[in-house]
Nanobody
């Protein structure tokens, strides 16, 4: 069993930065992990994912070159550094784990409760 808790969300002005943390309990080192987000009235969308070794990452085009995903398996944590934030990045951000290398939310089996990010213009 894996439990995930996100933190680090908040209100920031456009152009600012935030760092999200996903803290995990249970054995996550063999899982790929990902960040997703969901804005009001929209479907949950893929943001970034990272392989269990941390050596392979993949980003959605909308966040590439602005966001950086990383993980520390020794601490059972995953991070999302978000720079140059835009109002369209406003959403609830979720972390999740998967046994597959995939961007599809339905392939992720454990989810956190989410953390709100609001970017003001």
């Amino acid at each position: 069993q894996v439990q995930l808790v996100e933190s680090g969300g908040g209100l920031v002005q456009a152009g600012g930065s935030l760092r999200l943390t996903c803290s995990a309990s249970g054995r996550t080192s063999s899982y790929a992990m990902g960040w997703f987000r969901q804005a009001p009235g929209k479907e949950r969308e893929f943001v970034a994912r990272i392989a269990w070794t941390g050596g392979v990452t993949f980003y959605a085009d909308t966040v590439k070159d602005r966001f950086t995903i990383s993980r520390d398996n020794a601490q059972n944590k995953m991070f999302l550094q978000m720079n140059s934030l835009k109002p369209e990045d406003t959403a609830v951000y979720y972390c999740a784990t998967s046994v597959n290398w995939t961007p599809r939310p339905k392939d992720y089996n454990y989810w956190g409760q989410g953390t709100q990010v609001i970017v003001s213009s």
